[in-house]
């Protein structure tokens, strides 16, 4: 893969790597962050432009010319040669596509389905045109029939494309190297509606989709004020806010993590293009979005100074851009450093350009950034400059150390220094934002940083399989069913037992704490995160059952209790019916022994087999476990693998599944369906928490998105905008009123991930 550093061509990398194909590459330019995700995947990056022996085919960037040593070795060994566009669409036609598509804003759109997605739980294959800002990989393949993709029309190779979903996020005319006018750019569009085989998704008040949608041969959506799909942004800050859903949407309400009209309507597009999918959408499937780096990024905040770097190099993108911090520090003087992005786009838009920045209290042009073309009369900084109102403040920069003179000039007012534009201007926002965390100022925040794994985290990653996952900051409040909380530094999904078994032994080494995390149903995470390791067994190696005998079976502790209730059904083994109410794995159940309506899951171990932290690997039958109520004192600082459970007898499938049913029902009858991590306090001896806090009068008693169940007085849910501080609060309060009116202390049965209980009660 030539260009394999770019943003478009590292994830595919990664792609192709996971779908097993043998994947290398190269690049001119190679940034420290990509070729770390790139190596950590297994790919060889080949430090000179010479082709490997083994390669059989070759795939470039449209930034990579023909003459390029590479792609003159390709053609004289007789190597098929494919565009990146090529090669997506290729693989692409053994999934049902969701292709992402427009002028700007397919990459925000792409990563906020994709984490929308992954937060409901709808497993997806995807390709996404960029980075995450956060550890989460650009790109998976999965064990599903949908592949999410960003599909570019800059080269024309949308035209190989063939989407069951097809998303254009807006129609604005670009690229007028490849596209001579705006007719021609619409007709790729209108190609690409014919060929969509489901649905098609456009913003709605675009005109020019009008005439689009003729060509459609399947039911549009528009999702806008009074669109199919209908939103309103409610309320903002610059990081995160609140849209109100109505029309074809399943739900009323969307949390996000984002900020600005153009980043409402990219997520409203991607929560409709998720429910068309088949995901249950929810209020908070957003609330922990990540963010694309380069997009609307918040690199550094001090007083008097808050400094963002953004991707747009589009007249609208950067029109967008300048509102969202007009609305948002509106008293602030408004800096822009921007650097064109090729010479055909700045001929195309020089005088939009300049109006646009026009609006700026100052403007800092940089040179033109080439990609791979040549210079072109007018298309220049210089004649971007020349369209500029007299009035305005603006002039061409060419030197780092002018720029910092002339930023330097600015440091007697409050402002917001935005950095702009598609090129290296990276590297200029990088000197400026440490050059600024060098000076000693009260109050300073360098808020982006590059995230560099350790040494001992980098090392790990040699000595594991290619199918284990390893992640730094890793988001994992959205991964319990409370839906709060912030991130862990550490991250791992292992593949086996031996892979466990190393990472364990690593982190022990690196004086590093471990969690295990099964499907988070009795989790709270703190809104700081957890500082150390939080360990997944989410792998198929860890999701097997086998019957052993007639009334034995050996259970991997990833299985999901439900699906172990199911499977008992199946083969006819009773005593496991209590399983089917509890979201959680038998990993989670085994260490805090679950119980549900009578049955624990004590009752039903044989022998576990399970992991210390330091790495040690043991089997030890039931008479060797301490399991009390809500606890096992042994799993308590181990990792349990797998377990055999012996049934309690055997009845057919129908008996057994209607006693399922009728706890079902009872279930139903009086607990919440709102996000929530299940009972929040231990039952006292000889009474119930529900009854007591119902008794205090605390149903439908809220702090901030917090509240008490009106249904039942034990659970805590979320209802759509709470954080992890709100239930502490909550926990607090209903604490406090206990022991003031009842002299009973409630002691929490919800884990508490990121700081202990006891240190803040």
């Not at 007639?550 to 990833?558: F, Q, R």
């Not at 079902?664 to 607990?671: F, G, I, L, N």
């Not at 034990?714 to 502490?728: C, K, L, P, Q």
Request: with cysteine.
């Amino acid at each position: 893969m030539i260009g394999i550093g770019g943003m478009g061509m590292a994830p595919l990398a990664l792609f192709l790597k996971e779908r097993g194909y043998s994947v290398s590459g190269y690049d001119d330019h190679m940034r420290l962050q990509v070729r770390e995700i790139l190596t950590c995947a297994g790919i060889e990056l080949v430090a000179t432009p010479n082709l490997p022996a083994s390669v059989t085919r070759v795939v470039r960037s449209s930034a990579v010319t023909p003459a390029h040593p590479i792609m003159v070795q390709a053609k004289s060994r007789g190597l098929p040669t494919l565009r990146r566009g090529e090669m997506l669409a290729e693989q692409s036609r053994d999934y049902k596509l969701v292709a992402i598509a427009g002028s700007h804003g397919k990459t925000t759109t792409t990563a906020m389905l994709i984490s929308g997605l992954k937060a409901t739980g709808f497993a997806a294959n995807y390709v996404l045109g960029g980075l995450f800002a956060d550890s989460l990989a650009p790109a998976a393949a999965v064990d599903s029939e949908w592949l999410v993709a960003e599909v570019d029309e800059s080269d024309g190779t949308i035209d190989g494309f063939n989407p069951t979903i097809t998303i254009l996020v807006n129609l604005d005319w670009d690229h007028a190297d490849y596209y001579q006018n705006p007719a021609a750019i619409e007709s790729a569009f209108a190609r690409l509606f014919s060929r969509t085989t489901q649905a098609i998704i456009v913003p709605e008040g675009d005109p020019s989709l009008g005439t689009l949608s003729g060509s459609a041969l399947v039911p549009v959506h528009s999702v806008g004020p009074t669109g199919t799909f209908t939103f309103r942004l409610e309320k903002q800050s610059p990081d995160s806010m609140q849209l109100h859903l109505s029309g074809a949407y399943d739900c009323s309400a969307a949390m996000v993590k984002a900020a600005g009209q153009f980043n409402a309507a990219n997520a409203a597009a991607a929560l409709a293009t998720a429910q068309l999918m088949g995901a249950q959408i929810n209020p908070i499937a957003l609330s922990n979005y990540p963010g694309v780096r380069r997009r609307q990024t918040k690199l550094f905040q001090a007083p008097g100074i808050t400094v963002y770097q953004d991707y747009a190099h589009h007249p609208a993108e950067i029109e967008a851009l300048l509102r969202f911090v007009r609305d948002n520090y509106p008293e602030r003087r408004l800096v822009t450093i921007f650097q064109p992005h090729r010479y055909s786009r700045t001929l195309q838009f020089k005088q939009r350009f300049a109006e646009v920045l026009s609006r700026c209290d100052r403007v800092l042009l940089l040179q033109v950034y080439a990609a791979s073309e040549l210079p072109i009369a007018g298309g220049t900084s210089e004649a971007v400059l020349s369209c500029m109102d007299a009035g305005t403040s603006a002039q061409l920069v060419t030197q780092e150390a002018e720029l910092a003179r002339l930023l330097g000039e600015e440091s007697g007012s409050p402002r917001v220094v935005l950095f702009v534009g598609a090129g290296d201007i990276e590297d200029w926002a990088d000197t400026y934002v440490k050059h600024l965390g060098l000076q000693s100022h009260p109050g300073i925040q360098v808020v982006h940083a590059t995230n560099q794994p350790p040494e001992w985290w980098s090392r790990l990653r040699l000595s594991l399989s290619d199918e284990t996952r390893l992640a730094l900051d890793e988001p994992i409040g959205k991964k319990t069913t409370f839906g709060v909380g912030g991130n862990s530094r550490y991250y791992a999904e292992p593949a086996n037992a031996d892979d466990l078994q190393r990472i364990l032994h690593a982190a022990h080494k690196a004086g590093v704490e471990v969690f295990l995390l099964g499907r988070g149903s009795n989790l709270l995470v703190t809104d700081a995160g957890y500082k150390g390791l939080v360990i997944r067994l989410t792998g198929k190696a860890w999701q097997t059952i086998h019957r052993l005998d007639e009334n034995t079976i050996e259970v991997g502790c990833g299985v999901k209790l439900k699906q172990l209730c199911a499977d008992a059904v199946q083969l006819g083994l009773e005593g496991f019916e209590f399983c089917d109410g509890i979201p959680g794995t038998l990993g989670g159940a085994l260490r805090m022994n679950a119980g549900a309506m009578g049955g624990w899951m004590f009752d039903r171990v044989e022998s576990i087999e399970f992991m210390t932290l330091e790495g040690g690997r043991y089997v030890l039958p039931h008479s060797a476990f301490e399991a009390g109520y809500r606890c096992c004192v042994e799993l308590k600082d181990a990792i349990a693998i797998s377990a055999v459970l012996r049934a309690k007898g055997q009845a057919s499938p129908e008996t057994i599944k209607a006693r399922i049913e009728a706890n079902a029902a009872k279930r139903k009858a009086s607990q919440p369906r709102e996000p929530s991590a299940g009972c929040v306090f231990k039952n006292p001896p000889g009474d119930h928490a529900g009854r007591i806090i119902d008794e205090l009068g605390l149903k439908g008693f809220s702090i901030g998105g917090a509240q008490v169940s009106p249904m039942h007085g034990n659970f805590i849910v979320n209802t759509g905008d709470a954080s992890s501080s709100d239930v502490i609060a909550l926990v607090r309060e209903i604490r406090a009123t206990a022991r003031l009116q009842r002299n009973i202390t409630l002691e929490p049965e919800v884990l508490l991930l990121g700081t202990k209980w006891e240190d803040i009660l």
